[in-house]
Structures are given as structure tokens and as C-alpha cells.
């Protein structure tokens, strides 16, 4: 037992014995008791007072004198309360740092609560979305109302960040990106991504520059090279063989060059591609035209069309897309190959599929086939003539359209490239 209640209880002993005394001298031992009972219930009473008083208004200060267990209990309120505040302050002063480093970040930082309003912010998301005090609260969709921003909150794919005008200031470039966290929190990143955009825009605008003006002086030299080529006595020995080879070259720059140009062209058209109805029987009918001559010996080239469903988009655009990759398959199978083109349609959308019984693509080399001027064999596609922007062309070309390039490939046996459109850019199914 601790000496408190060692105290309490010898106090009330004594209490009895004094009213066990008091009762037998005035012989009535009821009374006394009684008394003895209502005077220990009245100090009770009083400490009991002086507490709650002190809890009410003093119990920031040291706590009031008492003995027995009624010090004993100030004092363990009184630690304990001197123990809460000192964690508070811990806290407090944990939540200033946190609060002073995320306000310091220079990249903007909101924190969304599960309808999306804004909780929180830190002064660069002030800063680069024009926030104010008046915006806590707010739904985050009615402060950034850029569609591509709206879209990406509903689409829910938060991996990659999406790239938007500023709202308030045109010239400034902002890449958001929605980190999910906790139960149904998100916090929103935003960084001015202003430098790096105007930068790939120079170089966008340097590659079609560079481009445009390689295309007179290329035209001039192949066109000489032409009435050089016509001219008989020329022909004969090392000259001519000179003159053929330069002719060649001369074409496969040209090659390159029209491939920039409209790499760059499909790179600076930012809108979609428009939703024109597209013949796809006239359309592959036309390629199969084109691509015909391009067969080695032997090689068969076929098409499936299973489908009269019309694709929305550009015909031009994703004539090109069929052409390079009928191109592709013909130019990298043998002789005796085969390759088969094939339309389909289904509730997902519709699909060219070009598949041929080629070499084959080792796995390693498929996420890159689509880079510029990536090549699987570097020296035998420059034997064969490929520029390497291809890919390229046919990737940026589908996304304009709202779809993909699938690439499937087994070394050995053959490789299938699939032009994948959405629902959204057919129409009259079958
Ligand atoms: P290229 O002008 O060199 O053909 P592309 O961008 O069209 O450039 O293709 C990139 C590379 O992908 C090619 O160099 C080749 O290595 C590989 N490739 C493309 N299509 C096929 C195919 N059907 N079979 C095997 N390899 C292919």
C-alpha cells in the first residue's frame, strides 16, 4: 500500500476512536459516529472542490497543498498534464518543420481530400496555379479546368504526369501529377515544366528548319544527277557506277528528310487528328496497290478485310501508318515469306493487323522499335534502305488518333504489328 493511503487510513482510525470516545462520554455513540461521518465527507467534499477549481482555472500552476491521497492524485494530474504538454509542443513544433520544408519545396504540393477539394497547399502550388486562401475547400476541377486535366482525373492512370497550360499565366507550362495515398487521399504535384517544354519545342522547330532546308539543295543535286544518269557515255566504268550510287543516296536523303518532315509535322499538330468517315476497303485496296511492287521473289502479300466498319480520322495519316508497316513486313521477311494484313472490328474498336514469317524481333528490342531512327540491325536496315523513322511516324501518327502500336514477335517464327483504333473513332460496326 503507498504511504498515502497508509495516511488515509490512520486518519479515519483515529476518527473512529475519537468518535467511539466522544459517543461513550456523551453516551451516544449514533450520534457521534454520525458526526464523524458527515465531517469526513464534508474535507472530501472540500478537496474534491479544490480540485475541480483548479482544473477549471489553475491548473496551468502548481497544484493546491494537500496530504494524503488527495496530494498524491494533484500530483499525478499535475505530472500528467505537464507530460501532455510537452508532447504537444513536440507535435506542434514536428507539424511547423513539416509544414515549413513542404512550403519551402519549389515544386507546388496540394493535398485533396476525397472529393477532390483542395486541403491543403504549399506556396509554389499557390504560386504556379494562382491559388489563394479563398480556394481551401474548393474542388480542384473547378480551379484547373484544363481539359486535359479533366480528363486525366477521370481516367484514373495517375503513373505519368499530364502536361497543361497554367491557368492564370499562358506562358507558363505545368506538369501535374496525382500521388494517391492513405485511404482516398491524393496529393497533387506540380512542376513548371515551362523550360523543358520550350527546349523539345526548339528542337521540334530545329529538326523541321533543318529539314525544310535540306530539301532544295537535295532536290537540285538529285535532279542533276538525273540528266547525268540519262546521258549514255556516261555510264560506262567507275563513273557510272559512281553517278548510280550517288543517285541512290541521293533518294535515301530525301527519304529522310520527308520522313522528318512529317514526323515533325504529326509532332506539331497538338490536336487530335479530326474524325473524317475513312473507306477502309478503298483504303487498304489502295495500299495493297503501293506495296505490291515492293514484294521480293516469292514473297505472297494478303489481306483480310473482315469488317465494313469505317474508322474516323485522317486518311492520309493512317494510310501511312498501313503502308510502313506492309513496308516493314515486306522489306524485313525473306524471299517465300508471307505477309497478311487483316482489318477487324469489335465493341473495342478496330484493328489492322500486318503479320508476316520474318526473322523475328528479339523481346529487348520491341519498346525501342518506335525511338527515332532505332534500328534492330543497324547496318543490314541501312543496306536495305529504311530510314528508322518509320515506327515513329506510325506511333505518333495513332496517337493523334487515340490509339497504339502492339508489337508481338517471336525470333524465328514471325512478327505481328497491330494498329489499334478506339471505340470512339469507328462507327457503323459489323
Ligand atoms: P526502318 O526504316 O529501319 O524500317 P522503322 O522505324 O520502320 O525503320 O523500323 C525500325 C526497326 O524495327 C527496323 O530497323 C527493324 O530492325 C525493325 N522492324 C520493323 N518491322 C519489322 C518486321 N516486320 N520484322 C522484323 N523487324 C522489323
Redesign the pocket.
Known amino acids: 500500500m503507498s504511504r498515502a493511503w497508509v495516511i488515509e487510513f490512520w486518519r479515519g482510525t483515529a476518527l473512529a476512536v475519537v468518535a467511539l470516545l466522544g459517543g461513550l462520554a456523551f453516551n451516544n455513540l449514533g450520534v457521534a459516529f454520525l458526526l464523524a461521518i458527515a465531517g469526513y465527507l464534508a474535507w472530501h467534499l472540500h478537496q474534491l472542490h479544490r480540485l475541480e477549481r483548479w482544473l477549471h482555472d489553475g491548473k496551468r500552476f502548481a497544484p493546491p497543498d494537500a496530504d494524503g491521497i488527495w496530494a498524491e492524485i494533484f500530483h499525478h494530474y499535475y505530472r500528467l498534464q505537464k507530460r501532455n504538454r510537452a508532447r504537444k509542443q513536440r507535435l506542434a513544433a514536428l507539424v511547423r518543420e513539416f509544414r515549413d520544408s513542404t512550403a519551402a519545396i519549389p515544386d507546388g504540393a496540394i493535398v485533396l481530400g476525397v472529393r477532390w477539394e483542395i486541403l491543403w497547399f504549399n506556396n509554389a502550388a499557390e504560386r504556379l496555379l494562382a491559388l489563394g486562401p479563398q480556394d481551401a475547400g474548393q474542388r480542384i476541377a473547378n480551379l484547373v479546368r484544363a481539359p486535359a486535366f479533366i480528363e486525366y482525373l477521370v481516367r484514373g492512370d495517375y503513373r505519368a504526369p499530364v502536361v497543361i497550360v497554367a491557368p492564370k499565366d499562358e506562358a507558363l507550362m505545368l506538369a501535374l501529377q496525382l500521388v494517391p495515398y492513405g485511404a482516398s487521399q491524393h496529393l497533387l504535384l506540380v512542376r513548371d515544366v515551362t523550360r523543358l517544354h520550350r527546349l523539345e519545342q526548339m528542337r521540334r522547330e530545329f529538326v523541321a528548319n533543318a529539314s525544310h532546308e535540306l530539301r532544295s539543295p537535295l532536290t537540285v543535286v538529285s535532279g542533276y544527277l538525273d540528266t547525268l544518269l540519262d546521258d549514255p557515255a556516261l555510264l560506262d566504268g567507275d563513273l557510272g557506277c559512281a553517278l548510280a550510287q550517288m543517285r541512290a543516296q541521293t533518294s535515301r536523303m530525301q527519304q529522310i528528310v520527308d520522313d522528318l518532315l512529317e514526323l515533325s509535322r504529326l509532332e506539331n499538330e497538338g490536336a487530335a487528328a479530326p474524325l473524317l468517315p475513312i473507306d477502309m476497303r478503298a483504303l487498304l485496296g489502295q495500299v495493297r496497290a503501293d506495296t505490291m511492287p515492293l514484294r521480293k521473289a516469292g514473297q505472297t502479300l494478303e489481306f483480310a478485310i473482315e469488317s465494313d466498319a469505317t474508322v474516323l480520322g485522317a486518311e492520309k495519316e493512317i494510310r501511312s501508318v498501313v503502308t510502313?508497316l506492309v513496308g516493314?513486313?515486306l522489306?524485313?521477311s525473306p524471299e517465300q515469306g508471307a505477309v497478311v494484313v487483316s482489318y477487324t472490328t469489335d465493341t473495342a474498336g478496330a484493328r489492322i493487323a500486318v503479320s508476316?514469317n520474318?526473322?523475328?524481333?528479339p523481346a529487348e528490342h520491341i519498346a525501342h522499335?518506335t525511338e527515332r531512327f532505332?534500328?534492330?540491325?543497324r547496318g543490314r536496315?541501312r543496306k536495305d534502305g529504311?530510314?528508322?523513322?518509320?515506327?515513329?511516324i506510325v506511333k505518333h501518327a495513332l496517337q493523334r488518333h487515340g490509339g497504339r502500336l502492339d508489337i508481338e514477335s517471336k525470333v524465328g517464327l514471325g512478327?505481328t504489328?497491330t494498329a489499334v483504333f478506339p471505340s470512339e473513332r469507328v462507327t457503323g460496326r459489323s
Open positions: 510502313n516493314n513486313a522489306a524485313y508476316d520474318g526473322p523475328g524481333i522499335l532505332y534500328r534492330v540491325d536496315a529504311g530510314t528508322g523513322l518509320g515506327l515513329s512478327s504489328f
